[in-house]
T-cell receptor
Framework: AQSVSQHNHHVILSEAASLELGCNYS??????LFWYVQYPGQHLQLLLK??????LVKGIKGFEAEFIKSKFSFNLRKPSVQWSDTAEYFC?????????????FGTGTQLKVEL | ETGVTQTPRHLVMGMTNKKSLKCEQH?????MYWYKQSAKKPLELMFV???????ENNSVPSRFSPECPNSSHLFLHLHTLQPEDSALYLC????????????????FGPGTRLTVL
């Protein structure tokens, strides 16, 4: 069965530091890739997604992610984090074999940004 | 109200109780989902309804019983739960499931925090 691994469970950064959160998936076929964010007390919301084309995708709030097919990775990056980026971040994969829309999520990474 | 709403937001129940979780979407979607979010575990897909028909049941115990009376409403009926069922239960909606090779973005509700004593 496919799986999604997020290696960092808790990350603490100071404001203006650069961020990179790792995400690896285990499936050799065609996939759609997503990063979702859950701010404290708020809904899970889509941060960015990769379907095809340019492997470097840009999302909301200055986030970007790079799809590296050879490494089965989709790492999330932000050059300079803000206190308001404190949230939990989830990587997810949709495997494109019959009946789409079945997301497999990672365990999440809790990011805390300190002033 | 807009988006996906869930009630109640918090629920505490005993193992012998029967309760229901409610989800309502105001986005004009016609597919709805139940997920379970447990501490330190990945979000788990439980059920999927598309056009009011159940199209996915991920080996969920029968003490969880979903109901989708129309495309805007989704329920999760709970009975004789176990303490390990304590978790955040998330509802999501999207446009109806497309065929292989396509995907419709899912929008999530705030969740119901369930505690089983």
């Amino acid at each position: 069965a496919q799986s999604v691994s997020q290696h960092n469970h808790h990350v603490i950064l100071s404001e203006a530091a650069s961020l990179e959160l790792g995400c690896n998936y285990s499936y050799g076929g065609t996939v759609n890739l997503f990063w979702y964010v859950q701010y404290p007390g708020q809904h899970l919301q889509l941060l960015l997604k990769y379907f095809s084309g340019d492997p470097l995708v840009k999302g909301i709030k200055g986030f970007e992610a790079e799809f590296i097919k050879s490494k089965f990775s989709f790492n999330l990056r932000k050059p300079s984090v803000q206190w308001s980026d404190t949230a939990e971040y989830f990587c997810a994969v949709n495997i494109l074999t019959g009946g789409g829309n079945k997301l497999t999520f990672g365990t999440g990474t809790q990011l805390k940004v300190e002033l | 109200e807009t988006g996906v709403t869930q009630t109640p937001r918090h629920l505490v129940m005993g193992m012998t109780n029967k309760k229901s979780l409610k989800c309502e979407q105001h986005l004009g979607h016609n597919a709805m989902y139940w997920y379970k979010q447990s501490a330190k575990k990945p979000l788990e897909l439980m059920f999927v309804y598309s056009l009011e028909e159940r199209v996915e049941n991920n080996s969920v115990p029968s003490r969880f019983s979903p109901e989708c009376p129309n495309s805007s409403h989704l329920f999760l009926h709970l009975h004789t739960l176990q303490p390990e069922d304590s978790a955040l239960y998330l509802c999501a909606s999207s446009q109806a499931l497309a065929g292989a090779g396509s995907y419709n973005e899912q929008f999530f509700g705030p969740g119901t925090r369930l505690t089983v004593l």
